[in-house]
């Protein structure tokens, strides 16, 4: 049995710990998604529930980067997209084509830029991701750009109303302050 997070207990998170991210989902989501954030698969997935079981987001091993990633695709799927398993979105693991690659890169711009804003909200680093170690290489200067026009175009617009909840809930958990500022994304500008 789990012990009880510090999220649950209402105390302020020291480390970054994906098991407090488990409990913070579930705090901002269970009720009115019925939704679980599940740590441990060997490469993320979305589950969609039925009848009496529950949706199921997972997040690679117990990484908290994959954490938030995986809460930021979550955060952008509609709700027709979140009754198909992975959004309905097709995923091709690492070794991918230049094509291929730039296909990944087209629809990862976004929930990068949701990630960065949690990432930047629990005070963890974050770096744009490829995800392509042993395949084609993109344009990883355009993908970063591509990530912070993202990012800025949500500082300016607004985030999705699930992204903005889970990153105050995340910026209150760990006291990271007000992720709204857009001088916590130094590099945005630079790479604009």
Not at 36 to 50: M, T, V
Not at 61 to 78: D, K, M, Q, R, V
Request: hydrophobic share 40%.
């Amino acid at each position: 049995m789990r012990s009880e997070s510090p999220v649950a207990r209402g105390a302020p998170l020291r480390g970054r710990r994906s098991a407090d991210l488990e409990v913070l989902f579930g705090q901002c989501f269970w009720a009115r998604w019925h939704t679980r954030l599940d740590g441990g698969g060997s490469e993320p997935q979305y589950l969609p529930g039925a009848d009496a079981r529950p949706h199921r987001l997972i997040y690679r091993e117990n990484f908290f980067a994959s954490a938030l990633h995986e809460t930021a695709h979550w955060c952008i799927a509609g709700a027709r997209r979140r009754r198909q398993v992975d959004f309905g979105y097709w995923y091709l693991p690492d070794g991918r084509d230049a094509a291929a690659q730039r296909a990944f890169e087209a629809v990862e711009a976004r929930p990068q830029a949701l990630e960065w804003v949690f990432s930047v909200a629990a005070g963890h680093p974050f770096r744009p991701s490829a995800d392509n170690l042993t395949g084609a290489g993109g344009d990883g200067v355009a993908f970063a750009q591509a990530v912070a026009g993202a990012l800025h175009r949500y500082l300016e617009n607004g985030l999705p109303p699930r992204a903005a909840l889970f990153a105050d809930a995340l910026g209150a958990a760990y006291g990271t302050g007000d992720w709204r500022r857009p001088e916590r994304y130094g590099l945005v500008q630079e790479l604009l």
